[in-house]
Antibody
Framework: QVQLVQSGAEVKKPGASVKVSCKTS????????IHWIRQAPGQRLEWIGW????????RFSQNFQGRVTFSRDTSANTVYMELTSLESGDTAVYYC????????????WGQGTLVTVSS | QSALTQPASVSGSPGQSITISCTGT?????????VSWFQQHPGKAPKLMLH???NRPSGVSDRFSGSKSGNTASLTISGLLAEDEADYYC??????????FGTGTKVTVL
C-alpha cells in the first residue's frame, strides 16, 4: 500500500534551517510528482511547491522562492524539503503529498511534520 | 498570489444539501479547469475530494460534486452526514505555473 512517512517534529531558532524528509513506499517512486504544503496553527493550507521526482525538477511558490529547496534520494525513495532563514511565521505543520496524475490530484499525504520556530 | 476566497463557515442539517463557493480571478479559476477540493478533519491530513473541478477519486462518495462558472468554483455536498463536518479547502492552478489554496470553509452539521 502507498505510504508517505515524514520525519519527526522540529524546534528551531529564528534564522536557522530545517530539513524535512518524506519517505515513500508502495509505488514506483520516480513516476509521481511530490508536492509540499504547509499549515500554520489554525490557518489555511499554503502551497510551497512541487518536485518532479523523476528528474528532480522543482517548482516553488513565489512566497518561498530563494528560501526553499527540494531534493530526492532515489535509492531511499525519499524526498526532502529544506527551508532556510526561519522566522516565527514559518511555524506550521508541513505536509508532503503525492500527485497521482496531474493538476493537484493529491491522493496520498504524509502525516505532517510540525516545525516550531522559537527563540 | 492571494488566496482564493471561501466563506468562513457553512452549516446544514443532516440530509440537506450545502454548497461551498471558491472565488478566484481570471488568472486562476477563470482560466483553468484545474480546481481541486480537500476535506480536512481536525488534526488530520487533508483528503482529496474532487480534482479538475468535478472529478471524484475512487472511494469518494457521489454525494460530493463540483462545478465552475467564471472565476468561481463550487463544491456541493448532498445528503449531509455528521461525518461531513470538517474544513474544506479549494485549490487552483494559476497562470504563474503554481497553485493557490482557498481560505477554507468550516462545515457544521447541525
Amino acid at each position: 500500500q502507498v505510504q508517505l512517512v515524514q520525519s519527526g517534529a522540529e524546534v528551531k531558532k529564528p534564522g536557522a534551517s530545517v530539513k524535512v524528509s518524506c519517505k515513500t513506499s508502495g509505488y514506483t517512486f520516480t513516476r509521481h510528482v511530490i508536492h509540499w504544503i504547509r499549515q500554520a496553527p489554525g490557518q489555511r493550507l499554503e502551497w510551497i511547491g512541487w518536485i518532479v521526482v523523476g528528474d528532480g525538477n522543482p517548482r516553488f511558490s513565489q512566497n518561498f522562492q530563494g528560501r526553499v529547496t527540494f531534493s530526492r534520494d532515489t535509492s531511499a525513495n525519499t524526498v526532502y524539503m529544506e527551508l532556510t532563514s526561519l522566522e516565527s511565521g514559518d511555524t506550521a505543520v508541513y505536509y508532503c503529498a503525492r500527485e497521482w496524475s496531474t493538476w493537484l490530484d493529491l491522493d496520498f499525504w504524509g502525516q505532517g511534520t510540525l516545525v516550531t520556530v522559537s527563540s | 498570489q492571494s488566496a482564493l476566497t471561501q466563506p468562513a463557515s457553512v452549516s446544514g442539517s443532516p440530509g440537506q444539501s450545502i454548497t461551498i463557493s471558491c472565488t478566484g480571478t481570471r488568472s486562476d479559476i477563470g482560466r483553468y479547469n484545474y480546481v481541486s477540493w480537500f476535506q480536512q478533519h481536525p488534526g488530520k491530513a487533508p483528503k482529496l475530494m474532487l480534482h479538475e473541478v468535478s472529478n471524484r477519486p475512487s472511494g469518494v462518495s457521489d454525494r460530493f460534486s463540483g462545478s465552475k462558472s467564471g472565476n468561481t468554483a463550487s463544491l456541493t455536498i448532498s445528503g449531509l452526514l455528521a461525518e461531513d463536518e470538517a474544513d474544506y479547502y479549494c485549490a487552483s492552478y494559476t497562470e504563474s505555473d503554481s497553485y493557490v489554496f482557498g481560505t477554507g470553509t468550516k462545515v457544521t452539521v447541525l
